[in-house]
């Protein structure tokens, strides 16, 4: 099979573990022609891409900028400081007005959970979810799940730890359904006032003491505090947060057994994850970025390939 | 379903053994040729090729695989997008000498995209085309083949099926088949 189940991504909720293996499979391909001499192919010459970010982003745009012209695409970037929407346009019509200038795709990020549900409803062009709000970002767990693919084999069986504040994250849900879909165990970890109250009917374990979950697992996925996310004070400091649940180099050297340590960035260095494990041979921190672009090629591809 | 024997098994290993001495006598030491296979397809000939040459001449020639499926001009055009296979090229191919090599000639599109993908790996010095089957008269676009093991007439509404051993074939064959 060669054609996703969707003409949107939107989450990794609503795609098959074969999307995600044939995004995987096409990845490769890319991975490859990233590590050429010339890095672009001509496959969307003829597409314009608009990358709408109504919430600040570096790594993701940049990732999904250099995706696009990688593939040949034309890219419109639209970021909501400096624009419309600070007038008081609602979303339709900011996107109705891009889409009117011939756009074939738009990679969005928005502050509301379901904003892009919303916006495939009502408009025709395939929309990539680039974040929504806590919700999901699905190019985040693919490139994650890839990453992890490419340095253990494969997912299938594979123990994977989330540490950190889960109650904000939307790397973290992504995760945990694209891990579960390809067969992987998930654990979330961390304070109990981050760890959402049902996320055990999501068929998760959870943990809250972080030496045990670094003992359990074979993939620790540390995560930011989002401390803009954060309308009340979830822990008494950064300091006693660090010291309860930052992941450091005595830890891992506590571990009898090889571990892999991944981050989805930016990271805060000294307090959920310290420098000497971050720079250390168990981190696969920039070969995750690395493989964004690879993975974000091969979702733009999949879904522009579509008649 | 209609089956025309092209090419038996003895056939064919002739043809490729006449390919082997067509390019040790345009390449002679083969210091400056690269053999590129063209996916999905060519590799397995070109594998039967470097070995055979290796048998001959007792010299290691660079190959690699080539697919051209990011730079085809129907994406898009298709009903859904063509699921791409490895390139597998560990040099470059500025200044060399390239022969392209693919079981079945027919439209010239794939080698047209294949020229356009090799571009990535440097600007060759020249490029040669090898197949085993020429699809006469079907061509979209002005390419030809420089070392062909066979012309056949076909029509639109048959193709060339090429059987291996080694995917699984009792023989190697080629035949011309009714489309269904």
Request: hydrophobic content about 40%; proline content about 3%; glycine content about 6%.
């Amino acid at each position: 099979m060669s054609q996703l189940s969707t003409r949107h991504l939107l989450g990794i909720k609503d795609i098959t573990t074969e999307d995600i293996q044939l995004i995987f499979e096409t990845a490769d391909n890319f991975k490859e022609v990233l590590n050429r001499p010339i890095k672009k192919v001509p496959s969307l010459r003829d597409i314009t891409i608009a990358n709408i970010f109504f919430e600040n982003s570096t790594r993701t745009r940049l990732s999904f900028e250099l995706a696009e012209k990688r593939l040949s695409a034309d890219v419109i970037n639209f970021s909501s400081s400096n624009s419309s929407v600070k007038k008081g346009e609602t979303l339709i019509d900011t996107v109705n007005n891009i889409l009117s200038m011939k756009v074939d795709m738009v990679v969005m990020r928005h502050s509301s959970p379901g904003a892009p549900h919303f916006l495939s409803k009502n408009i025709s062009a395939n929309i990539v979810n680039a974040g929504d709000g806590t919700h999901e970002h699905p190019t985040q767990a693919l490139l994650d799940a890839f990453s992890i693919r490419e340095k253990l084999g494969d997912v299938a069986g594979k123990k994977v730890a989330i540490i950190g504040d889960i109650l904000h994250s939307r790397v973290a849900l992504s995760n945990i359904f694209c891990l579960q879909k390809l067969g992987a165990e998930v654990m979330v970890c961390g304070p109990i006032t981050l760890i959402p109250k049902f996320i055990s009917s999501l068929g998760v374990k959870v943990e809250h003491d972080v030496q045990k979950a670094l003992e359990w697992c074979d993939v620790a996925n540390v995560l930011r505090i989002q401390l803009e996310r954060q309308q009340i004070k979830y822990f008494p400091s950064l300091r006693e947060y660090s010291l309860y649940f930052g992941v450091n180099k005595k830890m891992l050297d506590r571990l009898d057994k090889e571990i892999v340590i991944m981050h989805p960035g930016p990271i805060n260095r000294g307090v959920e994850l310290n420098s000497d494990v971050a720079d250390s041979e168990h981190s696969i921190i920039l070969q995750q970025v690395e493989n964004g672009v690879a993975v974000r090629m091969a979702v733009l591809y999949l879904l522009a390939g579509v008649r | 379903m209609q089956k025309r024997l092209v090419l038996d098994q003895q056939q064919i290993a002739i043809i490729l053994k006449r390919f082997c001495h067509q390019l040790i006598e345009n390449h002679d030491t083969f210091e400056n040729t690269v053999l590129l296979g063209l996916q999905p397809r060519g590799p397995i000939v070109l594998d039967k090729i470097a070995k055979t040459l290796e048998e001959i001449s007792g010299q290691k020639v660079n190959t690699g695989y080539l697919d051209a499926t990011f730079h085809r001009d129907d994406f898009r055009r298709r009903d859904f997008p063509l699921k791409a296979n490895e390139t597998k090229i560990d040099f470059l191919i500025e200044g060399k000498e390239v022969v392209l090599i693919d079981d079945v000639l027919y439209k010239g599109r794939s080698v047209r995209a294949a020229l356009d993908a090799m571009i990535a790996f440097g600007r060759p010095k020249k490029v040669e085309l090898m197949v085993l089957v020429d699809r006469k008269y079907t061509r979209d676009y002005p390419i030809m083949p420089d070392y062909c093991g066979i012309k056949v007439n076909t029509l639109e509404s048959q193709y060339v099926s090429v059987e291996w051993t080694e995917k699984g074939f009792e023989k190697d064959a080629i035949w011309i088949t009714e489309k269904a």
